[in-house]
């Protein structure tokens, strides 16, 4: 077996893949999301590459040549010729790192919730108005790693929202993230009251914001509860948690929250 780094233009990606005929079917989602890494500049030459058996056919790589076509310009990858053609059964078979992977290699805490709640942040700067599911939605550890740097703090809400989870029947990771997101845009301050509010809900009258978000988030929770198809989602949470925050630190009251799919994420606003 022999290896070589070549460069690899769209033009010779369509002519390696010409030698494809053993592969599993091609998966739009995985060459829409290494196209976007490569326009981004984020993909590395690794181990991982472009491999071809002594018959000359394609056992690997079918993904990374038909993203390199999508991206529309050259890429580095590792070439491999002369793969004995048995290694196909053991290719890909074990397990892909995810982002709590990554930041627990880094050293990171609670490393599944604090890379959901990353996600989340990174969807909401970065996708307000589009789904936030499907492939379309992914996020790639590159992207989470950034997110962490651009938002150290984040790490210091990983308690306060599970507490506000357990209190209000929210998400773990978009509790966490909603926390973190109206906290860090009113500088870190004036929000206990906020805090006490849905996580007590104790003498709130029956329009102010945080008793109706704490009996919406309970009264979803009862309806998922009895729909077993019916996932709770990240989005939704945070929508309905902005709402109310919103309601609450410009001294507005609530008479209900509702929610809809298609509709842009508020702006958090900032306490009066």
């Given amino acids: 077996m022999r290896s070589k780094v070549q460069k690899i233009t769209?033009?010779?990606?369509?002519?390696?893949?010409?030698?494809?005929?053993?592969?599993?079917?091609?998966s739009k989602p995985v060459v829409r999301a290494f196209a976007e890494a490569m326009r981004r500049g984020e993909w590395q030459v690794t181990h991982q590459g472009i491999a071809f058996d002594t018959n000359g056919v394609l056992v690997d790589g079918q993904h990374r040549l038909a993203a390199i076509i999508a991206a529309g310009g050259p890429v580095e990858m590792t070439v491999f010729t002369e793969v004995p053609p048995d290694t196909f059964d053991v290719l890909d078979t074990g397990k892909r790192r995810n982002a709590a992977d990554v930041l627990a290699i880094e050293g990171e805490k609670s490393a599944i919730i604090l890379a959901a709640m990353l996600r989340t942040v990174w969807l909401f700067e970065n996708r307000p108005d589009s789904s936030w599911s499907g492939g379309a939605a992914s996020?790639?550890?590159?992207?989470?790693?950034e997110t962490l740097e651009a938002h150290p703090g984040i790490r210091d809400f990983v308690g306060l929202g599970e507490r506000v989870a357990v209190e209000t029947a929210m998400i773990k990771?978009?509790?966490?993230?909603a926390c973190y997101l109206v906290d860090s845009a009113n500088g870190h301050t004036g929000l206990e009251d906020w805090?006490?509010?849905?996580?007590?809900?104790?003498?709130?009258?029956?329009?102010?914001?945080?008793?109706?978000?704490?009996?919406t988030m309970f009264r979803l929770a009862r309806k998922q509860a009895g729909q077993v198809q019916r996932r709770r989602e990240t989005r939704e949470h945070i929508a309905l948690y902005l709402k109310a925050f919103n309601a609450w630190a410009t001294g507005e009251e609530l008479g209900q929250l509702r929610y809809t799919p298609r509709e842009p994420l508020s702006a958090v606003a900032k306490k009066k």
């Fill in 139 to 145: 996020v790639t550890n590159h992207q989470i790693l």
């Fill in 173 to 177: 990771s978009a509790a966490g993230a």
């Fill in 195 to 215: 805090y006490d509010g849905i996580i007590e809900g104790a003498g709130l009258q029956r329009s102010d914001p945080r008793l109706v978000f704490r009996n």
């Fill in 10 to 26: 769209p033009k010779k990606a369509e002519t390696m893949l010409e030698a494809n005929t053993s592969n599993r079917p091609l």
